[in-house]
């Protein structure tokens, strides 16, 4: 859990929601990207856009600066990462030992990434041209590039076959097929929805203006409740036994833990200030 505000990364092992292990990060970490096969999350410095590797005890066991545009940030089938620069408006990809395999243009101001399960495509949300670009995930060949159905795409995420995007100047999700590059849905949100993450069945948009969770049926797209959560809420990752979902409350300083059946509040953990976590930041450790 990164906290911008407050220049901490946070570790926390979710069986019992308590703190484990916290390292101090300095130049506003955000973005952040969780590998449980490696045992390690990447996390950048929104201020200078250098790039910190921490092992599950906390340790910083490698850097990079990739430049003050670096923003989002997902990890790769083999170990390596995604970057997006929103300044330059590049996507690169790195490998495991953070050398730069390849470099390609995207939309304006890209801002999520995120890769397809079958870890064959990466999609960029190009927030100042509301669009989603969609790559090749081996060599970075552009593939397709979809309007969103809303202005300022921000977050993006596959799931079940499907591309979602939350539109943040929209307050729509956007649902897009991949494959075809034709926009097949969209859902509508609250106030200035920022990240989406599922489970149990059920899709979770975060909305920062509204201070609420959208609940939506993730076959029919049908909202099925909108629910009080802290502050401006940010990001969002689904929780490793798929039973919910792990929210970021920048204003209040607290993750929330909320179960995909119930829609009530499992656990509140107070963290550092400004707690944004943009990324997928959950899973579930793997054995060594």
């Known amino acids: 859990m990164t906290s911008q505000n407050g220049n901490m990364v946070s570790i926390i092992d979710l069986s019992d929601n308590g703190i484990i292990a916290q390292t101090a990060l300095q130049d506003a970490p955000a973005p952040v990207a969780y590998d449980p096969r490696a045992g390690r999350a990447y996390v ?58 390849w470099r390609v243009d995207t939309g304006n101001s890209p801002a999520g990434v995120a890769v397809s399960a079958a870890g064959d495509l990466v999609a960029t949300a190009d927030r100042d041209d509301n669009a989603v670009s969609i790559f090749d995930a ?7 590039k979809i309007a969103t159905a809303g202005a300022h795409p921000f977050a993006v995420t596959f799931h079940d076959g499907r591309l979602w995007t939350a539109d943040v100047q929209g307050d ?7 494959i075809t590059g034709k926009l097949i849905g969209q859902v509508p949100t609250g106030s200035h ?40 809420p940010e990001g969002i990752a689904t929780l490793p036994d798929d039973s919910g979902v ?17 829609l009530t509040i499992r656990a509140r953990i107070d963290v550092p200030a400004g707690p944004r976590a943009f990324g997928a930041f959950t899973g579930r450790q793997v054995p060594q």
């Open 193 to 232: 929805p920022y990240g989406v993450a599922f489970a149990g069945g059920r899709g979770f948009v975060t909305n920062q203006y509204a201070g609420t969770l959208t609940v939506f049926d993730a076959k029919t797209l049908a909202v099925q409740a909108e629910i009080d959560i802290g502050d401006y």
């Open 172 to 178: 729509v999700v956007s649902v897009i097929d991949p």
């Open 138 to 144: 081996t060599t970075g060949r552009l593939l397709r």
């Open 44 to 101: 950048i410095a929104a201020d200078t856009g250098r790039l910190s590797v921490i092992d599950e005890a906390g340790r910083i066991t490698a850097t990079r600066d990739l430049g003050e545009g670096a923003f989002g940030i997902a990890t790769a089938p083999d170990g390596g990462l995604f970057v997006t620069d929103w300044f330059e408006a590049k996507l690169t990809r790195l490998s495991r030992d953070l050398t730069t395999l």
């Open 246 to 262: 792990v929210v970021a409350n920048w204003d209040s300083d607290t993750v929330e833990v909320v179960d995909a059946e119930s």
